[in-house]
């Protein structure tokens, strides 16, 4: 199949088709199909990135690569997993969509063909299969449900990537991934990160004094690493704003959310990262409160007992992961209310006349309308 690229359209197979290239367990080459996935059966979309790799959430071994795999505009519902709200983005295979000017024929196993893999004893995948395959061992034995999806099946259907690999650069450009600017930007910040030793504590302070320096003459963004003021395991503030989705909220300055987390940039167990400074002093509308999300490394539900927001159209870009950049997983950011401001309509007016409102367009601009890392998440969340 010639590969997909980024603004390609694509018909997601039927069910029939996408059940015909599925093994018993409702998996193609190790990645699960998830049973919302079958509402979208076709329909028509935009391919949003070729996701040839993502990064590892589970083990946390940096980028890992994806052969033929797709990502269209489209986020995990939850419904079959508990509830959980993470919306991640999901996996597709390029067997299972066809481009719209391919004909009917395509790629996959055919009826007959099916019918030959019953006959050996391999079985066909059915609805049943699929939904089964969201539970991990018995659940009416365990005391804990455990869930198997995309996200936590990752290091099994993806290799390791190594950074150098110069393959998966050319691949982020030639796939419409990224475009020559974004990944020369790339480049120069981590060249910095490393030559001007700007990631040691003390003897990269003057390296990041000196970027901040010149990206405030240029108007860009800060140097996105620098240290929490309040000591590491020290208390730190918590705000209750009760945000519903649709209200607009601004991003605090990142100075003032440095002065709400540690040294280690975490505010009661919830990371502050690189990928979130991009969107400090930007206004943006809530997209929903974070209370329920599946442990990745488990695959058990697991709640916050301080919630988080999303916000709309804000996730990780992968602008600053080392090991891991230019992933297209694009994974929503958490935000602790502390790291945000209500504002009304008529704020929203003002400071759109004031200019506040640029850094929004421009990071559109940059990196398209749908621009990973686990920004915002550690392992302590229920703090």
Known sequence: MTKLRAGDWVEVRTKEE???????????????????????????????????????????????????GIHLDLRCDGEAYGGCQAACLIFWKEAWLRPIDESEDGVVISPDRRNERVRQGKGQCTEEDVLRGTRIGDSAADAEIRYSCQATELPRFTTLARWWDVRQYVEDYTSGNASLGRIARGFVYLAYWHLALAKRARLGHVSRLAYDFFQELRGGIPFPRWK??????????????????????????????????????????????????????????????????????????????????????????????????????????????????????THERGLAADGRLKERSRLELVDGPHATSDAGKIGAMEH
């Open 228 to 345: 929490g003021k309040i000591p590491h395991r020290h208390q730190t503030p918590t705000v209750t704003l009760n945000l519903q989705p649709g209200e607009l909220v601004r991003v605090k300055t990142y100075k003032e959310i440095l002065a709400t987390v540690d040294a280690e940039n975490i505010n009661r167990g919830m990371a502050f990262d690189a990928e979130l400074v991009p969107y400090c002093g930007g206004v943006y509308k809530v997209k929903a409160q974070m209370t329920r999300f599946i442990d990745e490394k488990t695959g058990r539900m697991r709640s916050l007992k301080t919630p988080a927001v999303i916000l709309e159209d804000v996730w990780c870009r992968s602008r600053y992961s080392n090991c891991k950049m230019f992933c297209p997983r694009s994974i929503y950011s958490w935000w602790r209310e502390v790291w945000l401001e209500r504002i009304t309509e």
């Open 18 to 68: 996408i059940l015909g290239t599925l093994d018993s367990s409702g998996r193609f080459e190790g990645l699960p199909f998830m049973p919302q996935m079958f509402k979208y059966c076709g329909k028509q979309f935009k391919v949003y990135k070729r996701s040839h790799k993502t990064c590892d959430t589970v083990t946390n071994t940096g980028g890992r690569w994806l052969p033929n």
